[in-house]
Structure formats: structure tokens, C-alpha cells
């Protein structure tokens, strides 16, 4: 049923929706999925949308425990769940800067809770009130939201989508256990050896969370994160170390790590400014259309509502906004000392929170939230700030140089909590607007989501560096003596760069050089009309981190093309719309079985964290020894064998996979030599 046919659920029924047992169901996946997406963010820098696992969990838990559930009821239930997750993705990635650069020691639960709260309500406040315009009466498609509005009706009308995903679920909680509770296996693999007076590298993070990330984001993004990781280790660390000369380290692959942290790292932070103003340039014309149409004041001709058009009163949503914006300020004055500069960062916020919020919503209706720029907003959020504080705070106060990067780091942190959930909000008022909810009980769906991550969220980032530390800078710091080396350590990309960025701004400590370099790579991929954002974010990650996005990338495309096979027998042109059809199929059941397994790894390692900080370890309670790493890498080889497994099982009935993989490989290996093959040869 396309959106044009009208909602599921038509205006003029009124199944149950917002009910005791949604807040209950809601709250408590609301943790969940709040929880593992900060702990797979911190881990790798990625995080993956919660709508479409959350409905499925939702349909679980409801159906097993109530025989009248309406679909509405899931749709609010996945509604909450996913605004929390979304809001950790804000949260995450400035928050723990704040451990980088030294400023704190530990988490601060009031001041994360009050960040959270304060840039996730007012991103929330902003969506709701642009709702009517960008998806009623502009009608984006939202194609996220669709997705999801596919999956309820699936779950409403009967379907093995929900045991595919329970599954997923169970063998990624399992692997979880296995891996980082009992360490019977090593969490990566890696080694380097020494070659014509430098260093060759080679290493991959066993992680399941990280292949089906791979998976879901599909080959392409996959091989752009994996040629940055390859720029960065393979190209860039061994030129560095031949020309200057490698650090002195315990063993050749922890060399790789010191000379990719002190300098290449720096050429992803450089990348990626460049990469995220650029981002947010080739979109300017789609930015200036949001704005205008959320701008531009509408109609307000009186006329009678059906339930599927009614929002929380625009006016009370609006006051909600400024009496937000005054708490912020001050918050402000409390957490800095200064009323000048409070007033002036309350103010900036409140212009540039509405501002991303458009921007978020409207992009996320055109291409999707998972490919909204959020990284390219909040690093140009995060310039804006450095130049708004140095001018306010240094030549006009003087304040010291740790109050003014607290300053832009709370500045920053709520506007990027603001524009990671914007984009998430709108996509599920779309499901809901295509199912048929009322746009006033989602939102106040929305608002408990909200709510419960700003909770949460604080209590996660304090158990997870507590357990694991949150990034090796800040381990390195104050490292412990049960892991000297900070192997354990969370990597938190982007909590690395934005510290990066402020202590440079702020100290004048920031590796000019590599920055440069970066900016430079990041110019020439640009002109070559590579996505300069994927590439930046495989420079800044170590290598072995991209290696399984990469193998679930080809998964990926191996699954895809095996159905393309099995209905036209060929790869050698355009596939029929019934081979199309059958891709999508099995890519839709790779993106389920996806979900679960990074839901099942992501929620054990929370439940680990949380068993290290009880100081409970199952591996010393239970004497395991740990494989060495050609068995390690067999124990991950089953699991993700078990992924294919699963993952296929939406192929058409015939074929072999062995035979087809061959047919693949050779269709693969054609296309590239006729890529390179020089043309119009004279």
C-alpha cells in the first residue's frame, strides 16, 4: 500500500494506541537500544538506526504477552525506543570529549542528563512543530520511514520477519558472552612485520556488531570506509614510519596504533572538516528549501482536524521551546560562571538548534536519516562555537583556556544531541503518519523516549568507562593497572576528533600538518566524486575496525547478486524487475538478521560492562582459556557463516551459493578490467 492509498488505519477508527503497557514495553526498550547504541557508537563510531528492531521486539513482546495489540500500539512502542537511541548518537559524540581533553575525570551524570534533556526536547519540540509541512504537505517520502511502515503492516498481517530478527538477536547475545564475557577468543587479531625498512600492517576486529554494520550500509559505503582505513594504515603509518622513524613499542602492530595516533589520526580530523563543510554546501540548495517552507507561514484557515492531523498545539509547542532555550541559558551561567556568555550561547543555540533541526528533517524526508550529514553539522556547529567563544570568552573576558573549551563543548553538545535526534523524529512521524497514529500521542511517544535516553544515557557512559574506558586518550591518561597498554579502551571516534579540534583551537596543539594533508586528500576525493565523508571516517578508524565492514559489505553484494542468478541465470545485463524484487528481498532480510546480531552484541557488552564494574569476571570465575588467533579467527568464521546462513535463507529455492559466489567473482573481476581497460586508444 503506497502512502497515496492513505494510512493503514483509517481516520475514522480509533484502536488502542498510547496505552499503560506501550509506556511500560516502551520504556524499557527505550534502555536497551539507548544503551547498545552508545556502546556500539564509543566502539566504532556507527551507529544504527533502532526503528525497525525496536517494532520487531515490540511485536514480540506484545503478541507473547496480550492477544489484542494494534499496530499503533507497536508504532508507539518503536517510536520510543528509537528516540532514545537516536539521542544517544548526539550525546556520544561530543559528550566523552570532555574525557579527552581532560576536563572531566568521570562522567557527570547532571550535567549529561541536563545536556540530553535540554538538545533532545528541543530538537524534538522543533520536529513536531515542522511536521505538518514536511510530511503532509510537502509529502517527502521519508524513505526510512516507509521502511518501517513495511515492517508493522508485516508484523500486523503474519510474517517470520519477527523470528528472523529474535533469532539474530539470541546468536549475537551469544557471541557477545562468548567473546568479551568469557574471552574464549581474542576480541581482534593483528600483526605487523618489518619490510624494506618499514612496516607492512594486517589486523581485523572480530566483531559481528561490525559485520553486519557492514551488511546494512552495503558494499559501497563498506569499500570507501575500507579505503580509508587502507590509506590510513597501510599507505600514510608506513610512509611516516620510513621517512621519521617508528616509536619505541612493546611489539611492530602497537608501533602501527602510536604513529596512527600522535599523526595520521589527525589527517582524518582534517578530512572530515573539510568532508562535513563540504557535505553541507553540495546540499545547500535542499537546506535553503527547508528552511524557506519552515519559514514561510502557513494558512492558518480554521478547519476541522481528523484524528491522523492532530499535533500537540503549535502555540504550547512553541513556549516549550522558549522556556528550553531560557533553561539553557541558564545552565549556561551555571556551568561557566559567565552571564554574558551564557546569554550569548543560549541565544546562538536557539538560531542554530531550529536551524538543524530543518535541516536534519528535510534531508532525512530526501535521503534518509541514516544519510543525513549529522558529522558534517557538528563539526560545522562545533567551528561556529570556537569562533563564538574565542571572541566572547577570550578577547572580550579573558577567561582561561579550560573554561572556554567547557564552554564550546556545552555549546556544541546540545546543539549535535538537537540535530541527531531531528532527523529520527520525522522519519518516525512518517511511519506513523502512513500507519495511521495520531500525530499528538506519537509525539508525546516521542517525548518519553526522549526523556528515558537523557536518563539513561549518563549511567551507560559512566558504566562503559568505568568497565572499558571511553577512548584511549583518556585511558592513556589515567590508565589502569590491569590494562596499561588501554587495550580495552572504547575508541570513540568522534569524541577523539572533537577533542582534537577544540584543544587544538583553544592550545595551538593541533597537527597542522596532517590537518592539512587531510584537507588536501580530502580536495582531490572530492573532485574525483567520492564520498569524502566515508573515506575521512575509515582514515580516523584503525584499519582492523573497517576489515569486518568491508567482509559484511561483500556479503552483502554476494547475497544480493545470488538472487539476481537464481531468476534471470545471468549477470551479464540490467536485472528484470522479478530478479530486483528478489535483491531487495533478500537485502530487507540481511538488514533484520543485521539489526539483531549489532542489538545482541551491543546489549551483552553493556551487560559485561556491567559485570567488570561488579568486579565479576566469567572468565577468571570460570578458569577459560583464551584461543589463540587462528582459532579465534575460525570461531568468528562459524558465526558469520551462521549470518550467511540466516541472511540467504530469502533466496529463491535452486542455486548453489559455491557455484554462484565462482559466477560472481568472475562477473566482478570482467567489470574491473573493462573499467580499466584504456578506451579510444590512438
Known amino acids: 500500500m503506497s502512502a497515496l492509498e492513505g494510512p493503514y488505519i483509517p481516520a475514522s477508527e480509533s484502536p488502542k494506541e498510547l496505552t499503560l503497557r506501550v509506556v511500560v514495553v516502551g520504556i524499557v526498550l527505550g534502555i536497551l537500544m539507548t544503551a547498545a547504541n552508545a556502546y556500539l557508537g564509543l566502539k566504532v563510531g556507527i551507529t544504527v538506526s533502532a526503528s525497525i528492531p525496536a517494532a520487531v521486539m515490540s511485536m514480540i513482546i506484545l503478541r507473547s504477552l496480550f492477544k489484542d495489540v494494534s499496530i499503533l500500539e507497536n508504532n508507539a512502542v518503536q517510536t520510543m525506543a528509537s528516540a532514545g537511541e537516536s539521542l544517544a548518537a548526539g550525546v556520544i559524540f561530543t559528550v566523552p570529549a570532555l574525557l579527552v581533553i581532560g576536563i572531566w575525570n568521570d562522567i557527570q ?55 528472523a530478527i529474535l533469532y539474530a538477536l539470541g546468536i549475537g547475545g551469544i557471541y557477545g558472552l562468548m567473546v568479551k564475557g568469557f574471552k574464549v577468543t581474542h576480541e581482534n587479531v593483528e600483526a605487523a612485520w618489518d619490510f624494506i625498512g618499514t612496516r607492512l600492517y594486517a589486523g581485523m576486529d572480530l566483531s559481528v556488531a561490525l559485520l553486519s554494520v557492514g551488511y546494512i550500509v552495503g ?9 580509508g582505513g587502507v590509506i590510513g594504515y597501510g599507505i600514510l603509518v608506513p610512509m611516516y614510519g620510513l621517512i621519521r622513524g617508528w616509536p619505541e613499542s612493546p611489539d611492530l602492530a602497537y608501533g602501527f596504533y602510536l604513529v596512527w595516533k600522535s599523526q595520521v589520526r589527525f589527517v582524518g580530523v582534517g578530512a572530515m572538516v573539510v568532508g562535513g563543510i563540504y557535505t553541507l554546501w553540495s546540499m545547500r540548495k535542499t537546506i535553503i528549501t527547508g528552511l524557506s517552507k519552515a519559514l514561510i507561514k502557513r494558512d492558518s484557515s480554521e478547519e476541522e482536524l481528523l484524528r491522523t492531523e492532530i499535533d500537540l498545539p503549535l502555540d504550547k509547542v512553541l513556549m516549550v521551546c522558549g522556556v528550553l532555550v531560557g533553561l539553557t541559558f541558564l545552565y549556561y551561567w551555571w556551568a561557566t560562571g559567565s552571564l554574558i556568555l551564557a546569554l550569548a550561547g543560549a541565544l546562538f543555540l536557539g538560531l542554530v538548534a531550529f536551524f538543524f533541526a530543518a535541516v536534519a528533517g528535510y534531508i532525512a524526508g530526501v535521503v534518509g536519516s541514516s544519510n543525513s550529514p549529522v558529522s558534517g553539522m557538528t563539526i560545522a556547529t562545533l567551528l561556529f562555537t570556537v569562533a563564538l567563544v574565542w571572541i566572547i570568552g577570550d578577547w572580550f573576558l579573558g577567561l582561561a583556556t579550560e573554561e572556554l573549551m567547557l564552554a564550546t563543548l556545552l555549546i556544541a553538545a546540545i546543539v549535535a544531541s538537537s540535530a541527531a535526534i531531528a532527523g529520527d523524529v520525522m522519519q518516525d512521524l512518517k511511519t506513523g503518519h502512513m500507519v495511521g497514529a495520531t500525530p499528538w500521542r506519537q509525539q508525546i511517544s516521542e517525548i518519553i523516549g526522549v526523556i528515558t535516553g537523557a536518563i539513561i544515557i549518563g549511567p551507560t557512559l559512566q558504566l562503559l568507562h568505568n568497565a572499558f574506558r571511553i ?3 583518556a585511558c592513556e591518561m589515567n590508565p589502569r593497572a590491569s590494562d596499561p597498554l588501554c587495550e580495552d579502551a572504547l575508541f570513540a571516534p568522534q569524541a577523539e576528533l572533537i577533542g582534537a579540534i577544540v584543544q587544538g583551537a583553544f592550545q595551538g596543539n593541533l597537527n597542522l600538518e596532517m590537518v592539512m594533508l587531510g584537507a588536501i586528500i580530502a580536495v582531490v576525493l572530492i573532485v574525483l566524486r567520492m564520498p569524502v565523508m566515508s573515506v575521512a571516517i575509515g582514515i580516523y578508524l584503525p584499519l582492523l575496525l573497517s576489515v569486518p565492514i568491508m567482509l ?35 537485502e530487507n532480510r540481511g538488514v533484520l538478521i543485521g539489526a539483531g546480531f549489532i542489538a545482541g552484541e551491543s546489549i551483552m557488552g553493556v551487560f559485561i560492562a556491567v559485570l567488570i564494574v561488579a568486579k565479576w569476571e566469567l572468565d577468571v570465575f570460570f578458569g577459560v582459556t583464551t584461543l589463540n588467533n587462528f582459532f579465534s579467527l575460525v570461531f568468528f568464521g562459524w558465526f558469520t557463516a551462521v549470518f550467511v546462513w540466516l541472511a540467504t535463507r530469502a533466496l529463491p529455492s535452486g542455486g548453489n551459493l559455491f557455484k ?23
Open 109 to 163: 551524570w547532571l550535567d549529561t542528563l541536563i545536556i540530553a534533556f535540554l538538545g533532545g526536547l528541543l530538537g524534538t519540540m522543533f520536529t513536531i512543530a515542522l511536521r505538518r509541512l514536511f510530511i503532509v504537505e510537502e509529502a517527502l517520502p521519508y524513505p526510512e520511514g516507509v521502511a518501517c511502515r513495511e515492517v508493522l503492516v508485516a508484523g500486523e498481517e503474519g510474517g517470520e520477519g519477527a523470528m
Open 219 to 227: 558494499i559501497r559505503i563498506a569499500s570507501f570506509i575500507f579505503l
Open 471 to 473: 577512548s584511549k586518550t
Open 552 to 586: 559484511g559489505g561483500i556479503i552483502s553484494y554476494f547475497a544480493i547478486h545470488a538472487a539476481y542468478l537464481r531468476v534471470d541465470g545471468h549477470l551479464d545485463s540490467e536485472p528484470s524487475p522479478e530478479a530486483h524484487k528478489a535483491g531487495k528481498d533478500v
Open 660 to 682: 554462484e559466489a565462482n559466477l560472481i567473482v568472475g562477473d566482478v573481476a570482467r567489470k574491473f578490467l573493462n573499467a580499466i581497460k584504456l578506451k579510444n586508444l590512438k
